[in-house]
């Protein structure tokens, strides 16, 4: 680092420069690493000395009248000891006072200097540190700020994209920082959409977020909006975490008192076996939680409805009668036989469907239906009351996300075109049944290894 002495006091080789008055010039600047396990490094500084060189850069004008020297020494991972002067810390976080000073190395000759001016420092290391050489080696221009180009995950781009549901973590995100002060959040979505609104929140909110899984393209969208948020003058209160956070024994650090899951993906499915990074696993999610979790959304409600589609079925199958199969009719009948039984990422809105009843709900879905490999199967057997006569060719289903009081979010809402949620259904296929109005017909939902699926059972 490059000090320009403002002072009357008379420099020394050893100065306590919290007690001097300074301008800094430049940057800290590390000089050299001695690493003391190594016998022949250090055995070789004794003996022949080391010489090293180094470029210092000046980002300000001023007059160069000394260079200042202090060390840092690591005992261990995390635990460091340093003679720094406290004065030049911003942050001012250390307390106390101590007995350390630093090395001041005046300049015979004084360096006018300007922003952008690089300077050459040489020292040479034996049995003490001397000075060799300094002085300006050429000017260049301060560095211009790079427009920054982040590579946005698609999920995020499109997630971003869906007018309904941003408005919808807003309002979470408001009800959540007014409700808690202190947050620690486990994120386990790809989009982390809902933590980037915690982030760019104004209210008073502290703690942290650790993101189970993000890719790097992620990762740096987190980071990049948290500079936008200190640049508008939102400070940022949520720290994000490492990836080594979850990966040790997380009983040992404070309980996440927030889970943010994505239960349903953007095709209309359900998002079964969210998989965790590497370190983590179900056993640690359940342990790193604390008693009374908040989990975003808190559930997630199961709907369907019969439906008549000849647009569907065309969709799907194949029509034995049209002039490409009528030629080769075990063709068509083949293609039949391995016809999908279930199809996602249908926009319903966009096809020609009759509804034959008014939609039911079948169950309900947490985190632990769908974040534990342990959950047991379940069958529930139901009935549904038709409104319209027709011919049963599809049973439609979508999924209701409840974010606590009054605050919903469907994956089909057929008043609103805002929302990228699909939708997804079970094809009847050959078992199409003819649906009579007035009429309840029984339905069997089957969940496993978070999978579900849906038949009629006929009678």
């Known amino acids: 680092m490059l000090i320009k002495e403002t002072s009357e006091e008379e420099s020394y080789d050893a100065e306590d420069l919290d007690k001097l008055d300074f301008r800094k010039l430049s940057e800290d600047t590390e000089l050299v690493s001695v690493t003391f396990g190594q016998r022949s490094c250090v055995s070789d500084l004794y003996t022949n000395g080391r010489s090293f060189e180094v470029e210092v850069l000046c980002f300000c004008q001023g007059v160069v009248h000394a260079l200042a020297v202090w060390f840092r020494l690591d005992l261990c991972d995390g635990v460091s000891i340093s003679t720094r002067p406290r004065s030049l810390n911003e942050a001012r976080q250390e307390e106390g006072k101590t007995c350390w000073e630093q090395a001041i190395f005046p300049l015979q000759n004084p360096i006018s200097a300007d922003a952008g001016d690089l300077l050459l420092v040489k020292f040479h290391l034996q049995d003490k540190l001397t000075l060799e050489q300094c002085s300006k080696k050429k000017h260049r221009e301060t560095p211009k700020e790079v427009p920054t180009v982040l590579a946005v995950p698609e999920c995020v781009l499109t997630m971003a994209g869906d007018r309904v549901l941003m408005n919808m973590y807003e309002l979470v995100v408001r009800d959540l920082s007014l409700q808690h002060r202190h947050l620690r959040v486990l994120d386990l979505t790809d989009d982390v959409l809902l933590t980037l609104q915690l982030l760019k929140a104004k209210e008073s909110t502290t703690g942290s977020i650790f993101f189970a899984r993000h890719s790097r393209e992620t990762a740096a969208l987190v980071h990049r909006t948290c500079a936008l948020a200190e640049r508008n003058g939102v400070e940022r209160r949520l720290d994000v975490e490492s990836a080594a956070t979850l990966g040790k024994d997380v009983g040992d650090t404070e309980a996440y008192n927030v889970l943010c899951w994505s239960p349903v993906t953007a095709s209309g499915r359900l998002n079964h076996r969210q998989s965790f990074s590497a370190e983590m696993s179900c056993r640690h999610l359940m342990k790193a939680m604390n008693d009374n979790p ?152 089957r969940f496993e290894a978070g999978l579900f699926d849906i038949k009629y059972i006929q009678d």
């Open 294 to 445: 908040i989990f975003l959304p808190r559930k997630a409600r199961l709907f369907c409805q019969l439906l008549e589609s000849d647009k569907l079925v065309s969709m799907t199958r194949v029509d034995q009668d049209n002039e490409t199969t009528r030629d080769f009719p075990r063709l068509a009948e083949v293609l039949n036989e391995h016809a999908p039984s279930h199809v996602d990422g249908i926009d319903i809105n966009r096809i020609a469907v009759k509804p034959l009843c008014e939609p039911v709900h079948v169950c309900d879905f947490g985190p632990a239906e769908l974040l534990s490999d342990t959950c047991p199967p379940s069958i529930i057997d139901f009935s549904i009351p038709a409104k319209e006569n027709g011919l049963c060719h599809a049973i439609l289903y979508w999924f209701v996300m409840d974010f606590g009081v009054e605050r919903t979010f469907s994956t089909f809402d057929q008043r609103s075109e805002q929302s990228h949620f699909k939708q997804a259904l079970f094809l009847t296929g050959n078992n199409s049944f003819r649906v009579v109005s007035d009429r309840a017909y029984g339905l069997r939902y």
